[in-house]
């Protein structure tokens, strides 16, 4: 069992796999991060997650169970959500497998991802949500919604997402589908990105 008030499973290297995790979840982060840096990593596979409970206050702090936070600057000690300016188009996130993740009681979005990679080949399977947290103020948006915005590098380059596969996704008992993404998934991605809901 892992009780943390942070990133509680940290994805910085290829060729992992982690399971059979149970998690009683603080205020911040996400469960599953593999943000802050741009990263070459491949072949990770996340499986069996069981959250407890998450202490879901607000949606500040990237609270997903998913989650790529932006560009840390350690110059600061801080990263800015705003930044959109901050990805490396010649890096990879690729060959991805999150599975089996249950989240009891309110919790976070699925995900919030600042890609600052590329994405190539992830898949969301078989999660289940008991029920979203609301909350008002931060970025103005007041629920659990998950956001996957365009990222650049600094010269207006765009990163891709290729193969970006959401399926078996339950919240309560209701399932996500392509035309309940919004409604019942509170998902939201840029347009131009190949994400999949099956």
Request: proline share 3%; charged share 15%; glycine share 8%.
């Amino acid at each position: 069992m892992r009780h943390s008030n942070d990133d509680t499973i940290k994805l910085y290297h290829s060729d992992v796999t982690v399971s059979n995790v149970v998690v009683q979840k603080g205020s911040t982060a996400p469960i599953i991060q593999f943000g802050w840096a741009a990263r070459n990593i491949s072949n990770i596979r996340v499986s069996d997650i069981n959250i407890i409970h998450s202490r879901w206050n607000s949606n500040g702090s990237n609270p997903g169970i998913i989650g790529s936070n932006n560009l840390y600057d350690p110059s600061t000690a801080s990263t800015s959500a705003t930044n959109t300016s901050t990805a490396d188009t010649y890096s990879s996130a690729s060959n991805i497998v999150f599975s089996n993740i249950r989240s009891e009681g309110i919790s976070g979005p699925l995900m919030r991802i600042y890609a600052l990679e590329n994405l190539h080949n992830i898949t969301v399977s078989n999660v289940w949500v008991e029920e979203f947290g609301s909350c008002d103020g931060y970025e103005n948006i007041g629920i659990s919604e998950s956001f996957m915005p365009a990222m650049t590098d600094g010269n207006g380059n765009n990163i891709t997402v290729e193969g970006f596969i959401i399926e078996d996704f339950m919240v309560g008992d209701k399932k996500v589908t392509l035309d309940t993404a919004s409604t019942v998934g509170n998902l939201y991605w840029n347009p131009d990105f190949d994400v999949t809901i099956q």
